[in-house]
């Protein structure tokens, strides 16, 4: 039995990384996972960059960063599984929410709640207030950049109308109580949490933003995919194993008293049964904000780690003023993706997206050409 130390932070999406070492799927491929839960995705970077962990439930913009030496230590990190797509929302304060149902906007659409947002802070520009805060839980990670989307949408500049700041996941829902920001977004539960705590509502689904985002992955250090390949195929053939199961309606029940426990997440198992089903309460009365798509563990080959989505962080991370682009660092970005491995391990073939296709199927705004990346940001940048 080969023991191995993996990180995650306490978030729905970790459900597929802890079915495979709870429910039987390590330890049918050989494998003994000690999971270490943590309390910052900076942990888990630096713990997976030391060798502290072999592996960990990560942020696939983080793994990015880490390879292209954006933002700390150059280190070369390998994604050879991605863990889900999707699973975030976006919460604001109930001020904040009640001031953009006042602009008469239509809330239900991500292109009225982006009109309506740019509406209310125009509207405290005019007043002479100063910029309304907004977290995502790492400078990069997708939640960042479905902010930068949703504001740039309604005509705001994410760098000068609005503050971003960072604020780890467990964290925010008191940073919104006590008025330090005035929304977040971040991966489920901890918009269900900040409902039912009432300190907020859910304004939209992330998949009302982008429908297919890359978002979790298997980080691992590059030494020790090469040092390690057997071990990592098994790895990946139980989470592949485990990311079926988690989908499969009859686990549903086990699966949220699994996340529930004070181990893991902590939280009610209704709560988190809501969020694995898509069904989530937007306020504390109980109305429904849901979407099959928002959280995806395994179907539709969501599992398989494409490059497109790879060059889609990329670009986002060029588009936010991370990194200036060039061909060959979007080559490096593409290959940290490594469906190769994913491939070998499962025995699948194929995959990828269709010329041209947009592989985050954006709701709203400029879709993403993954053929083409520097008209895309020639467009959003707006020249």
Request: with cysteine; charged share 20%.
């Amino acid at each position: 039995m080969t023991r191995l130390a993996i990180g995650f932070i306490p978030l729905t999406d970790a459900a597929v990384l802890i079915a495979c070492a709870e429910r039987g799927f390590a330890g049918a491929e050989g494998l003994k996972i000690d999971l270490h839960r943590e309390v910052s995705w900076a942990n888990i970077r630096d713990k997976v960059n030391v060798g502290l962990l072999d592996g960990a439930h990560m942020l696939a913009p983080l793994a990015i960063a880490s390879s292209l030496g954006l933002g700390h230590v150059r280190v070369p990190l390998v994604a050879p599984f991605a863990l889900n797509l999707n699973g975030n929302a976006f919460t604001v304060s109930n001020e904040l929410h009640d001031a953009m149902t006042a602009t008469g906007e239509d809330l239900s659409t991500g292109q009225g709640t982006a009109r309506a947002l740019a509406s209310v802070v125009r509207a405290g520009q005019a007043r002479g207030e100063e910029p309304p805060a907004f977290s995502s839980v790492y400078p990069f990670s997708t939640h960042a950049f479905m902010l930068r989307h949703l504001f740039a949408a309604g005509g705001l500049d994410p760098d000068r109308d609005v503050r971003l700041v960072v604020v780890p996941p467990s964290y925010t829902v008191d940073s919104l109580r006590a008025g330090l920001i005035h929304g977040f977004c971040v991966g489920s539960p901890w918009n269900s949490v900040a409902v039912a705590a009432g300190a907020g509502r859910i304004a939209l689904l992330g998949s009302e933003i982008f429908g297919w985002a890359p978002e979790k992955v298997l980080g691992v250090h590059a030494r020790f995919a090469q040092a390690e390949p057997d071990v990592l195929r098994a790895l990946v053939r139980a989470l592949d194993a485990a990311a079926r199961w988690c989908e499969t309606l009859g686990a549903l029940d086990d699966l949220a008293g699994l996340l529930a426990e004070p181990r893991h997440l902590g939280l009610p198992a209704d709560m988190l049964r809501r969020a694995l089903e898509g069904r989530l309460y937007a306020t504390r009365e109980g109305a429904a904000r849901s979407d099959a798509g928002f959280l995806v563990m395994h179907r539709d080959g969501a599992n398989r780690p494409e490059p497109a989505h790879a060059l889609w962080i990329y670009a986002q991370m060029v588009r936010a003023g991370q990194t200036a682009y060039s061909a060959e660092a979007a080559g490096q970005a593409a290959a940290v993706y490594r469906p190769d491995l994913y491939d070998a391990a499962t025995g699948l073939t194929g995959g990828g997206f269709a010329p041209g296709a947009d592989p985050v199927r954006t709701r709203f705004g400029e879709p993403f050409t993954p053929d083409d990346i520097p008209g895309y940001l020639a467009r959003v940048q707006g020249g």
